[in-house]
């Protein structure tokens, strides 16, 4: 139905910024609420920021000023722009779709997921 396929991970410095894009295919991608998750190591899944197809964006608190969501609908992609990365931002992170209005932080309530890329911020 919904694939989704992430990129734009590695490793950067405290303070360094990154881009993560996750490239849709499968359905109508302005059909569906988008989302950012990541999980470290002995964590659970944890909500980053979602966004709906008319541009309404929810933010965890622990990104909100540093992070960006953004969505292409023409190029079935959306983005992550990552500003001043800490060492406690280091997780893998997932790209997530789902079936609704609102840009919900539940992970329950997402539909489809990606496969996960990885994002390591040194000392």
């Known amino acids: 139905q919904v694939q989704l396929v992430e990129s734009g991970g590695g490793l950067v410095q405290a303070g360094g910024s990154l881009r993560l894009s996750c490239a849709a295919s499968?359905?109508?991608?302005?059909?569906?609420?988008m989302g950012w998750f990541r999980q470290a190591p002995g964590k659970e899944r944890e909500f980053v920021a979602a966004?709906?197809?008319?541009?309404?964006?929810n933010y965890a608190d622990s990104v909100k000023g540093r992070f960006t969501i953004s969505r292409d609908n023409a190029k079935n992609t959306v983005y992550l722009e990552m500003n001043s990365l800490k060492p406690e931002d280091t997780a893998v992170y997932f790209c997530?779709?789902?079936?609704?209005?609102?840009?919900?932080?539940?992970?329950?309530?997402?539909?489809?997921w990606g496969q996960g890329t990885q994002v390591t911020v040194s000392a």
């Open positions: 997530a779709a789902r079936v609704g209005t609102t840009p919900a932080m539940g992970v329950s309530l997402y539909d489809y």
């Open positions: 499968g359905r109508t991608f302005s059909s569906y609420v």
């Open positions: 966004i709906t197809r008319g541009g309404n964006r």
